[in-house]
């Protein structure tokens, strides 16, 4: 059995509820996200999602995974396998760690074994952590002018409560 681990972070200045909200906002995904084009599913432990992967310069892959964790603001995890239990297995998580008020660290990351990891990663290695950064500054930018009109809104509004 092989295993490999793929991670990326960004720190983010957004509240953990705003991160969360847009993560779990899948509707939107076809918006914003350059790498999961598509989750279709319920916001459950234990429900089965449908994951439309798109890393650059492959064709989209649609996966099953079922939810293993939903901790608002704080992760969701999901664990899909490739046909065959042990053949290529992942579990995939998104975690917010608050660092401040207005500021958290985002991680994505993919825990994989199975005996075809090696030659997997050998194909899609570089355009899975490609897609990581990509999605993880997509996330970044939306979660940051969602904060900033949010902001922006909380001084007027107080600016007209002075006056």
């Known amino acids: 059995m092989f295993d490999h681990e793929v991670e990326e972070s960004v720190e983010i200045v957004a509240t953990p509820a705003e991160v969360w909200w847009r993560l779990t906002n899948f509707a939107s995904y076809p918006d914003w996200n350059p790498f999961i084009v598509s989750i279709r599913g319920d916001l459950e432990v234990g429900a089965r999602l449908a994951v439309t992967l798109k890393p ?24 899909g ?67 900033a009109r949010a902001e922006a809104a909380r001084s007027e509004r107080r600016a007209d409560d002075l006056s």
Not at 56 to 79: D, I, N, T
């Open 81 to 147: 396998s490739l046909g065959l239990p042990n053949l290529f297995d992942g579990e995939h998580a998104f975690i917010i760690e608050p660092l401040a008020a207005h500021r958290v660290r985002f991680i994505q990351r993919e825990q994989l074994s199975g005996l075809l990891v090696p030659s997997a990663m050998a194909l899609i290695g570089d355009n899975t952590l490609a897609g990581f950064r990509a999605m993880n500054q997509a996330l970044r930018r939306r979660c940051e002018a969602m904060h």
């Open 56 to 79: 650059e310069g492959m064709l989209p892959v649609v996966m099953r995974p079922q939810l293993l964790a939903v901790r608002p603001e704080r992760e969701l995890r999901w664990r």
